[in-house]
C-alpha cells in the first residue's frame, strides 16, 4: 500500500478539500494518508507555505492549485511505480534463488572458526600462560634443556627478572626487592645472593633447588593472561551475551592503574631517577596486571563476537539455501544448468 502526505495548515478550504478527494479514492486506489500540519513549524512553512495543499507519495509531488483526476493519476502512477518495484525484487530474489549454491572449504573453515573462535583464542592463551609454569616444573625434574629452552623463548616478550617473578618448590612464592617493604619474606638479594641492582643477573637467574624456580613470566604479565583466561571462561558459560565494557571504564580501571603502577617505578628508577626510588610489590603488579588483562578481554571480546555472529548468519543462511536446493535435486525439481 502507498503512503501520501499532505501537507496542509489551518483554515484552508483546499486543504479540506484535497482531504475528502484523497478519502474519496480510497476504494479505487487503497493508500495511507498522512496530514502534516505545517503551522509552526518554520522549516516547513518556509518550503511550503505558497504551495499549500501539497501532496507527496514516493518520487511524486503535487501543488495547488490540482484537481481530484490530477490526484488520481499520480496516486496511480506512484501504486504503478510500487508494484512494478515489487515484482523486480522478487524476480531477482528468484534468480538468486535459482543460482546453484557451492559449498567450499572456506567457507565450512570460516563457518567453524565463528562458532569457535572463543574456545581456540581461549585455548592460545591458556597455552601461552600454562608453558611458563612448565619451565619450573621442568628444571626440578631435572630436564634443563627444555626448560631453558621455554626461558629463552618468554625472554623475547617478557624481562623476566627473578625478583619480580612467581617461583615454584621454593620457600617463598617470591623473592621481592627489599626496596619493596614486603614484611616476612626474604628479600631477593639475601635469597639468592645475587645483587639486587645487577638487573642482566636477576633476568638469567631462573632459580635452584633451595629457593625454587621462576615461572617465565613475570607476575604481572601472569596476572594479565590469567585475567584474560578468566574472562574469557566468563564471556563463554554466559553464552557470549555480555556487553561490551564501555572505553572510558576499560581507561579509568584498567589502563590507568597499571599506567601508574609501572611508570611510576620505572621513571623513578636509574637511569631515569626522575621521581624518589620506588619498587612496586607482587600484590600491586598482580591486582593492576589482572584489572588489565580482565577489563581488555571485556572490551575486546564481545567486539569480536558481534563480528563472528555476523559470520554466523552469513554463512548459515548460505548453507541453508545450499541443503534446500539439494533437497530440491533429490525431489526431482532440478536447478537450471550454469
Same mark, same amino acid.
Given at each position: 500500500?502507498?503512503?501520501?502526505?499532505?501537507?496542509s495548515k489551518?483554515?484552508?478550504?483546499?486543504c479540506?478539500e484535497a482531504?475528502?478527494d484523497?478519502?474519496?479514492l480510497?476504494?479505487?486506489?487503497?493508500?495511507?494518508? /498522512? $496530514?502534516?500540519?505545517?503551522d509552526?513549524? #518554520?522549516?516547513?512553512e /518556509?518550503k511550503?507555505?505558497?504551495d499549500i495543499?501539497?501532496?507527496?507519495?514516493?518520487?511524486y509531488?503535487?501543488? %495547488?492549485?490540482?484537481?481530484?483526476q490530477?490526484?488520481?493519476?499520480?496516486?496511480r502512477?506512484?501504486?504503478?511505480?510500487? /508494484?512494478s518495484i515489487?515484482?523486480?525484487?522478487? /524476480?531477482?530474489?528468484?534468480?538468486?534463488a535459482?543460482? !546453484?549454491?557451492?559449498?567450499?572449504r572456506t567457507?565450512r573453515f570460516?563457518?567453524? $572458526?565463528?562458532?569457535?573462535?572463543m574456545l =581456540?583464542?581461549?585455548?592460545? @592463551?591458556?597455552?601461552?600462560?600454562?608453558?611458563?609454569?612448565?619451565a619450573?616444573l621442568?628444571?626440578? %625434574?631435572g630436564?634443563? +634443556?627444555?626448560?631453558?629452552?621455554i626461558? +629463552?623463548?618468554?625472554?623475547?616478550?617478557?624481562?623476566q627478572?627473578a625478583?619480580?617473578?612467581?617461583?615454584?618448590?621454593?620457600d617463598q612464592p617470591?623473592?621481592?626487592r627489599?626496596?619493596?617493604g614486603v614484611?616476612?619474606l626474604?628479600?631477593?638479594?639475601?635469597?639468592?645472593?645475587?645483587?639486587?641492582?645487577?638487573e642482566?643477573?636477576?633476568? #638469567?637467574?631462573?632459580g635452584?633447588p633451595?629457593?625454587?624456580?621462576k615461572?617465565a613470566l613475570?607476575?604481572?604479565?601472569?596476572?594479565i593472561y590469567?585475567?584474560?583466561?578468566?574472562?574469557?571462561l566468563?564471556?563463554s =558459560?554466559t553464552?557470549?551475551?555480555i556487553k !561490551?565494557f564501555?572505553?572510558?571504564?576499560?581507561?579509568?580501571?584498567?589502563?590507568? !592503574? @597499571?599506567a $601508574?603502577?609501572?611508570l611510576?617505578?620505572?621513571?623513578?628508577?636509574?637511569?631515569?631517577n626522575?621521581f624518589?626510588?620506588?619498587?612496586?610489590t607482587?600484590?600491586?603488579?598482580?591486582i593492576?596486571?589482572?584489572l588489565?588483562g580482565f577489563?581488555?578481554a571485556?572490551f575486546?571480546?564481545?567486539?569480536?563476537?558481534?563480528?563472528m555472529?555476523?559470520?554466523?548468519?552469513?554463512?548459515?543462511q548460505?548453507?541453508?539455501?545450499?541443503?534446500?536446493?539439494?533437497?530440491?535435486?533429490?525431489?526431482?525439481h532440478?536447478? !537450471?544448468?550454469?
Amino acid at each position: 500500500m502507498i503512503t501520501v502526505t499532505l501537507y496542509s495548515k489551518d483554515e484552508c478550504q483546499l486543504c479540506d478539500e484535497a482531504i475528502q478527494d484523497l478519502n474519496n479514492l480510497q476504494s479505487v486506489i487503497a493508500h495511507h494518508l /498522512k $496530514i502534516v500540519n505545517i503551522d509552526g513549524n #518554520q522549516e516547513l512553512e /518556509k518550503k511550503y507555505a505558497l504551495d499549500i495543499p501539497v501532496i507527496e507519495v514516493g518520487p511524486y509531488r503535487l501543488k %495547488a492549485p490540482f484537481t481530484a483526476q490530477d490526484i488520481e493519476i499520480t496516486l496511480r502512477a506512484a501504486a504503478e511505480r510500487e /508494484k512494478s518495484i515489487a515484482d523486480i525484487d522478487k /524476480k531477482v530474489a528468484a534468480e538468486e534463488a535459482s543460482i !546453484p549454491v557451492k559449498i567450499t572449504r572456506t567457507d565450512r573453515f570460516s563457518y567453524w $572458526i565463528s562458532r569457535h573462535y572463543m574456545l =581456540l583464542l581461549s585455548g592460545l @592463551v591458556l597455552i601461552y600462560v600454562g608453558l611458563p609454569f612448565l619451565a619450573p616444573l621442568l628444571m626440578s %625434574a631435572g630436564y634443563t +634443556r627444555p626448560g631453558t629452552t621455554i626461558y +629463552r623463548f618468554y625472554g623475547l616478550v617478557c624481562h623476566q627478572l627473578a625478583f619480580r617473578s612467581w617461583f615454584i618448590f621454593g620457600d617463598q612464592p617470591v623473592y621481592p626487592r627489599e626496596a619493596a617493604g614486603v614484611d616476612n619474606l626474604i628479600p631477593f638479594g639475601l635469597a639468592t645472593g645475587v645483587n639486587e641492582d645487577d638487573e642482566l643477573a636477576a633476568r #638469567q637467574f631462573v632459580g635452584n633447588p633451595d629457593v625454587g624456580y621462576k615461572v617465565a613470566l613475570c607476575e604481572r604479565d601472569v596476572a594479565i593472561y590469567g585475567g584474560i583466561l578468566i574472562f574469557s571462561l566468563i564471556f563463554s =558459560l554466559t553464552g557470549l551475551k555480555i556487553k !561490551p565494557f564501555p572505553w572510558y571504564l576499560w581507561l579509568l580501571l584498567g589502563i590507568l !592503574p @597499571v599506567a $601508574i603502577d609501572g611508570l611510576s617505578q620505572l621513571l623513578s628508577q636509574p637511569p631515569l631517577n626522575m621521581f624518589p626510588y620506588r619498587e612496586s610489590t607482587p600484590l600491586l603488579r598482580t591486582i593492576t596486571g589482572f584489572l588489565f588483562g580482565f577489563t581488555t578481554a571485556w572490551f575486546g571480546y564481545p567486539v569480536v563476537e558481534e563480528s563472528m555472529a555476523d559470520v554466523r548468519r552469513y554463512y548459515g543462511q548460505k548453507m541453508a539455501r545450499a541443503r534446500s536446493q539439494e533437497e530440491a535435486r533429490q525431489k526431482g525439481h532440478a536447478l !537450471p544448468p550454469t
